[in-house]
Nanobody
C-alpha cells in the first residue's frame, strides 16, 4: 500500500529553521515527481516546492526562493524540505505528495494542487515569536 509519512514540523521563532522529512513506501519513488504543498489558514493549498527526476527539475514558489531547499534520495525512499529563515507567513500544514512523472508530472505539480495521487498526513509548521 502506498504511503507517505511526514515528520519534522513544529513551532519555531521567525528566523529559525526546520527540516521536514517524508518517508515513502509501497511505490517506486523514482517514477514520481515529489511535491511539498502548504495549506495555510484561510488560504488555498499551494505547491511550495516540486522536485522531478533530475536536479534540473526544481520548482519553488516565489515566496520561499532562497530560503527553502528540497531534495530526494530515491535509494532511501526519502524526500526532504529544508526551511531556513522562516517567517510567520510560512505557517501552515505541509504535505508531501507524489505526482506520476509521465505525462507532464513536473508541470502538474507546479500548476495543479490536486494533481498528486499519493498524500501524506501533513505536518504542522508554526512560525511565531
Amino acid at each position: 500500500q502506498e504511503r507517505l509519512v511526514e515528520s519534522g514540523g513544529g513551532l519555531v521563532q521567525p528566523g529559525g529553521s526546520l527540516r521536514l522529512s517524508c518517508a515513502a513506501s509501497g511505490f517506486t519513488l523514482e517514477h514520481y515527481v515529489m511535491g511539498w504543498f502548504r495549506q495555510a489558514p484561510g488560504k488555498e493549498r499551494e505547491a511550495v516546492a516540486c522536485i522531478g527526476d533530475t536536479d534540473n527539475h526544481l520548482y519553488y514558489i516565489h515566496s520561499v526562493k532562497g530560503r527553502f531547499t528540497t531534495s530526494r534520495d530515491n535509494s532511501e525512499n526519502m524526500v526532504y524540505l529544508q526551511m531556513n529563515d522562516l517567517i510567520p507567513e510560512d505557517t501552515g500544514i505541509y504535505y508531501c505528495a507524489a505526482v506520476p512523472l509521465l505525462n507532464g508530472g513536473f508541470r502538474l505539480c507546479i500548476l495543479n494542487p490536486n494533481s498528486p495521487i499519493f498524500w501524506g498526513q501533513g505536518t504542522q509548521v508554526n512560525v511565531s515569536a
